[in-house]
């Protein structure tokens, strides 16, 4: 193996291996290396049950890049529905940060990413972004004493869960804190809010929530929006590496993306969200 190993690195002109103490560890070409490596054996296992079955391919396989700050439940929305269109297709679901996924999706590691940033100008004439919808943003909470008395002067009196400052949310919520004399007490920040809610839901503190999740967050999650109104809009974006699909898979990603993303979508779970809303208030 270890020959194996010398053997690649020689034809690659570069280490793949970083010694930590008495361990060999991946470095970063390394990583980048297996990705590749992981993707060939896929398309090798695919290429095999194509033939055995003596069938064209289909849509085949599609690799979905979901950004850290995306809501789950978003995504999975979304891949129900692809699913709900072509029973067949299979899907690779990787999450992370902008600053893998979209690197990989430019390798043409994946081919296609959910995200709430578009790509940055570096990579503007290679990726292609699309924004699919555009959510408003609330504050919400567990229900009880944290919750009373909702308006804009209580996020100086309850500590705060939110996003990291690398999130595009993040830095929108800096600049209206900022211009409303607002000194929150940040708790703790996150990547994936999946962690968030749960604190959220143990009364730990409040979260900014897309109108979208509102509704899933208040019955899943037992929170109550606090009604406060902060202007603030989270996007979506559908970022690719072509401009026209040459692959019915990810082709309808995008489309079902943009029907289930649209401002009708939002209205109507800002409606659901309001109505559940006043019940818990009674």
Not at 225 to 248: N, P, S, W, Y
């Amino acid at each position: 193996m270890s020959a194996q190993i010398r053997a690649l690195e020689g034809s690659l002109g570069a280490a793949l291996f970083a010694r930590e103490g008495r361990r060999l560890i991946l470095n970063d070409t390394g990583r980048v290396v297996r990705r590749y490596a992981e993707r060939i054996f896929e398309l090798g296992d695919e290429m095999s049950e194509v033939i055995d079955r003596g069938e064209p391919a289909g849509p085949g396989t599609v690799h979905l890049g979901i950004v850290d700050g995306v809501p789950k439940p978003l995504a999975a929305g979304l891949v129900r529905r692809t699913w709900e269109r072509i029973p067949s297709l299979r899907l690779v679901a990787r999450e992370g940060l902008p600053g893998e996924l979209f690197p990989a999706l430019a390798a043409h590691q994946i081919d296609i990413v959910l995200s709430n940033e578009a790509p940055p100008a570096q990579l503007n004439a290679i990726l292609f972004s699309r924004r699919v919808a555009r959510f408003k943003v609330h504050f919400a909470a567990a229900a009880g004493p944290t919750a009373s008395g909702a308006r804009t002067h209580l996020l100086e009196k309850t500590p705060l869960l939110l996003p990291t400052r690398e999130s595009p949310m993040r830095r929108e919520l800096d600049r209206w804190f900022a211009d409303h004399g607002i000194r929150p007490e940040v708790r703790a920040e996150f990547d994936d809010t999946a962690a968030m809610y749960e604190l959220a839901a143990a009364g730990l503190g409040a979260v900014p929530v897309p109108t979208p999740m509102l509704a899933h967050v208040m019955e899943r999650y037992k929170l109550r929006d606090l009604r406060i109104k902060t202007g603030i809009e989270e996007e979506l974006f559908m970022v690719t590496a072509e401009r026209q699909f040459t692959h019915e898979g990810p082709r309808l990603i995008a489309e079902l993306a943009v029907a289930m993303f649209s401002r009708t979508a939002e209205t109507r779970g800002k409606k659901i969200a309001r109505s559940r809303a006043d019940g818990h208030g009674k």
